[in-house]
């Protein structure tokens, strides 16, 4: 009598092997991030957040472009490295590099050949990713350079990653066990409340690793109250990201990474986290 063996539809196998693929990926970009951050030079790690700016800046001006905003690249790459420099010691102000922004934008729309409608969507498609990418990715560098020496802005980008890569994973496996309630259905489908919660959870967890491990200086409870913040603002990132691309019908952001499709997949629970650590220190740890 022969036992029936039961083969797991090809969907399914495809399925696991993109997840195991996703995880595999992030987690070597995991270690690699925060040895980097760890142990490499100051500019090296500035050199890493620019690139992955403008890798960014090209990602969400193709998503534009299929919602028929395409940017004028140069000028957005440009006004992204220019909203990143004024984050820097040095660097010039912020409120300068707007001014520039909208005056060298209106001022490509005005002499163009294109009709004024199609100048419009394409000034719409610049000025989104220079100040979303570059405002985002600037705390990026504000952070790394944060008061209280080298060593402290490391530690703040280290505590930033470990707890965003901790919620995402404790947000996606508990989804998958738990979840029955959506998050947000008309964005993202398969994201739930249960989901959301094992995150939050997870970036608690995470966050107190910092004070009993390589950030000593960190108060217990400032390590709970930063993760907590990490992780609700890990999550609005991913959905912002999540309804760029659901307007612009597409799964990922681009093909870059093994099963996590673009940067912008990858960093934009990230690109809002930062911006919270960074402020949380100004105002409650720098002095």
């Not at 980097?36 to 500019?43: E, H, M, Q, S, V």
């Not at 992204?80 to 420099?85: D, G, P, Q, S, V």
Request: proline share 5%; hydrophobic share 55%; with cysteine.
């Amino acid at each position: 009598m022969q036992t029936a063996v039961r083969v797991a539809p090809r969907s399914v196998i495809c399925s696991r092997r993109e997840i195991v693929k996703r995880h595999i990926t992030g987690f070597v970009l995991a270690i690699v991030a925060l040895a980097g951050i760890k142990l490499a030079p100051t500019w090296a790690v500035m050199l890493v957040i620019v690139v992955v700016a403008l890798g960014s800046v090209r990602e969400m001006g193709s998503l534009l472009g299929g919602l028929g905003k395409p940017p004028w690249p140069i000028v957005a790459h440009l006004g992204t490295l220019a909203a990143m420099a004024s984050f820097v010691p040095g660097g010039p102000p912020l409120s300068a590099v707007l001014l520039a922004l909208i005056v060298i934008v209106s001022a490509r729309a005005i002499f163009s050949s294109a009709g004024a409608a199609t100048c419009l969507e394409r000034a719409i498609g610049t000025i989104v990713p220079a100040l979303t990418i570059g405002l985002l990715t600037g705390h990026l560098c504000a952070l790394l350079l944060a008061p209280g020496g080298i060593e402290r802005g490391r530690d703040l980008m280290v505590l930033t990653l470990l707890v965003v890569y901790a919620a995402d994973t404790a947000a996606y496996y508990g989804g998958r066990a738990m979840g029955r309630h959506r998050l947000a259905p008309r964005i993202s489908p398969k994201k739930t409340v249960e989901g959301a919660v094992f995150g939050l959870i997870g970036a608690g967890l995470t966050s107190l690793l910092a004070p009993a491990w390589f950030f000593r200086a960190l108060a217990w409870e400032q390590a709970v109250a930063l993760g907590l913040a990490i992780g609700l603002a890990g999550m609005l990132g991913d959905l912002s990201e999540s309804l760029l691309k659901r307007a612009a019908a597409v799964k990922d952001s681009g093909t870059l990474l093994p099963g996590h499709g673009g940067l912008l997949d990858r960093i934009d629970s990230l690109l809002f986290a930062a911006p919270v650590v960074y402020w949380y220190h100004h105002y409650w740890m720098a002095g």
